[in-house]
């Protein structure tokens, strides 16, 4: 008959599986938010460079470069808001990742403790049977009478 620890195995590998596949997917979230600010510093620098260049001649030059940076911003604020979108499922991946791991290590502290007891109990079986034997072998043997007046 198996053991607790050996009939718990098996929901233990997949608690540490889903712990992985968390971890996976943090890796994933923390490397999307790290894209998306990148894209807005990037969209950010291009408008100061581009607000910074020298102003057009005429009302038409002027207004075109208005039209541009504001299309510009509106990218920025867009950005902005994917990168708010970005750092909540970075905190939701967090927090799967956070419960995954704990139970997964709580699983593991429990099949640790059975083993634990497991091999307590069996160490105890042991002496015992050790004691049993060595008492077996101190008894006396029973000795055959003899008759002393043959």
């Given amino acids: ?11 233990v590998d997949l608690a540490t599986e889903r712990a ?3 971890t996976r997917a943090l890796a994933v979230q923390q490397r999307a938010l790290a894209d998306a600010e990148h894209q807005l510093t990037e969209l950010r620098r291009y408008r100061n460079e581009y607000a910074e260049m020298p102003n057009g001649i005429g009302v038409s030059a002027l207004l075109n470069r208005q039209q541009f940076l504001q299309k510009i ?9 994917e ?8 905190e939701r991946a967090r927090q799967d990742w956070t419960e995954a ?3 997964a290590k ?6 640790t403790k059975y083993r634990e007891q497991e091999r307590k109990t069996q ?5 015992e049977q050790a004691d049993e034997r060595s008492q ?6 029973p000795s055959t009478p003899t008759d002393v007046n043959e």
């Fill in 83 to 90: 990168v708010q979108r970005r750092e909540r499922a970075l």
């Fill in 1 to 11: 008959m198996p053991s607790r620890a050996d009939r718990l195995q098996p929901v």
């Fill in 73 to 81: 911003d509106m990218a920025i604020v867009q950005q902005l808001g």
């Fill in 136 to 141: 077996y072998r101190r008894q006396p043997r």
């Fill in 106 to 111: 709580a699983l593991d502290s429990v099949t």
């Fill in 20 to 22: 992985e596949d968390a």
């Fill in 123 to 127: 160490d105890r079986r042991e002496q």
């Fill in 101 to 103: 791991r704990g139970r």
